[in-house]
Each structure stands twice: as C-alpha cells, then as structure tokens.
C-alpha cells in the first residue's frame, strides 16, 4: 500500500510539471496552428540550462530566474526564424518542428554531452505524508508548478496581452481587424510556450535525468495531455495531465511502466472514441 500511495503522489508531482508544459505546447497550436514536434527539446533544454546554472553559480535557485528568461528569448528567436514563415501550414510545421528537435539535440549532445547526469534536490529531508515519508523538493516542485499554472491563467485573463491572445485564439480574423498586434502576439504565445517548458525543465531537473534526449518521452505524454483535455481547452489540459500522471503512477505500482504507458494510450483513444472534442466538456480551439 505505502508503494502505491508513493507513486500516486509522484504521479501527482509530475502531473503538475507536465500540465506546465502541456499549457505551453496548447497555446501554441491554438493560437498558431503549428504542431510543435520540438517541445519536449524545449523541457530538456531547461533541465540542462538548470544544470549549467548550477555549475556556473553553485546556486540551484538562480536557475528558476535565468532559464525561463532565457527560454522566452529563444522562443522569440525561434518562433522568427522557424515558425513565422511557416506558420498557418500545420503539415509543413510537423516537418520543420521535427527537424529543429533533431537540431536541438545534436547540439546539446556536443555541448553537454551524452552521458546523463544528476542534480541533487537542493531541499533535503523528507516529511510524513499520507502514511509515507515524502520528499520536502518533490512537495516543493508540485507548489511551484501550481503557483506557475496560476500565473499563467491570471496573465492570461488579467494582462493586455493575455487577453490579445485569448482574442486572436477565438476569433482571429475579428481581434486582427480591430487592430491587435498578431506579429506581436504570435511571438510572445511561442517564447511563453518555450518559456513555460524550460520551467518545467528547471522544476523537473533534480527529479529526473539530465540528458540531451529527456524530451522523448515527455512530447508524447504532453500530446496526450491536451488531446484528452480538449484541443484548446487549457484548464481541462491541466486536468487531464494530472489524470494521466496518477494513473500512470499508481499502475506502476502493480506492473511495469511501459504498461502503464500503454494504458494511458488506451485511455487517450477511448476519449477520442467516446468524445472526440476530449473529455473535458467546453473544449475550444
């Protein structure tokens, strides 16, 4: 029992991180039709800027300053020279998002290597949770990703420029015609998805491997996030990772994960069977 309450909470932890990222990866489609195969890159350059921070600094904590910065400055540059002359064109966005995560990962591998490395959470100790000694960080990274998904939606709905975004995702052609910065509000929804994930990266790191391919296997849970939340639907995007991270969680405390994974993906075509709009009522592109 202590085993399966343990992975359900990591479940819960990680569910928090990945709808972090998945926002991120939503927006992006939502707003400029693009398939973005390079956001689970976006998360792992987080985590290795995390870890070049901390090999710089020696300070864990500048990392939840610097690397979100530096993600929303690669974003914009990104979203100019890849994304803009492409944007509109959703097959042509699978090849040229495909090629900037192979891109991505030839270069982190030459500047930072191969091999996986470590970060020592920088919170130790652990404290009685739910019958269980748990982790002080891992606790920690679950608020941080909560205050985040927070932040996002309050910027989203409380900011000029959220609600230029929120504009031009329902009725495009409207928001643009009365005079919204689309130039403008394409390149800030693409830095702020790339932002967000390196976040998570920052967030991720000290509980997961530093590798130049830790990306691979969070693209597809995040697609699978916001497919069974709705295309377009954010909160029910949040909701639907922490589903999915829960569930995976708690199979694993009885199978293996590769099974756990497999039952996520049935869960995800039993949606698209049963509600193709996703599970959560309201989605909207």
Request: glycine share 10%; proline share 4%; hydrophobic share 60%.
């Amino acid at each position: 029992m202590e085993l399966v309450v343990a992975l359900a909470l990591n479940g819960l932890v990680w569910g928090l991180i990945i709808a972090l990222i998945a926002l991120g990866l939503s927006i992006i489609f939502g707003l400029l039709d693009i398939i973005n195969l390079a956001h689970g890159d976006f998360f792992m350059v987080g985590t290795v800027l995390t870890w070049f921070v901390l090999e710089a600094t020696g300070n864990y904590w500048l990392a939840f300053l610097i690397v979100p910065l530096v993600g929303l400055v690669l974003g914009a540059l990104v979203e100019r020279s890849v994304i803009q002359p492409i944007r509109g064109t959703a097959a042509l966005s699978i090849v040229a998002t495909f090629g900037l995560s192979i891109i991505i990962q030839e270069v982190v591998r030459a500047g930072f290597g191969a091999a996986p490395k470590r970060i020592l959470p920088p919170i130790e100790g652990t404290i009685p949770l739910f019958g269980i000694e748990y982790d002080y960080y891992r606790i920690f990274a679950a608020g941080v990703s909560i205050v985040a998904i927070f932040g996002f939606f309050v910027f989203l709905h409380r900011t000029k420029l959220g609600t230029w975004m929120r504009a031009v995702r329902f009725d495009r052609d409207t928001a643009l015609a009365m005079g919204v910065p689309a130039r403008t509000v394409y390149m800030v929804t693409f830095a702020l998805g790339f932002a967000m994930a390196s976040l998570g990266g920052a967030v991720a790191a000290p509980i997961t491997t530093v590798d130049f391919q830790t990306g691979v296997d969070v693209l597809p849970f995040c697609f699978m996030a916001v497919i069974i939340g709705g295309l377009g639907n954010l909160p029910g995007t949040v909701a639907a990772a922490v589903l999915l991270a829960v569930t995976e969680g708690i199979v694993t405390s009885f199978t293996d994960p590769t099974v756990a994974r497999i039952v996520s993906l049935c869960l995800m075509s039993a949606v698209l069977l049963a509600r193709p709009h996703g599970l959560f009522t309201g989605a909207t592109r």
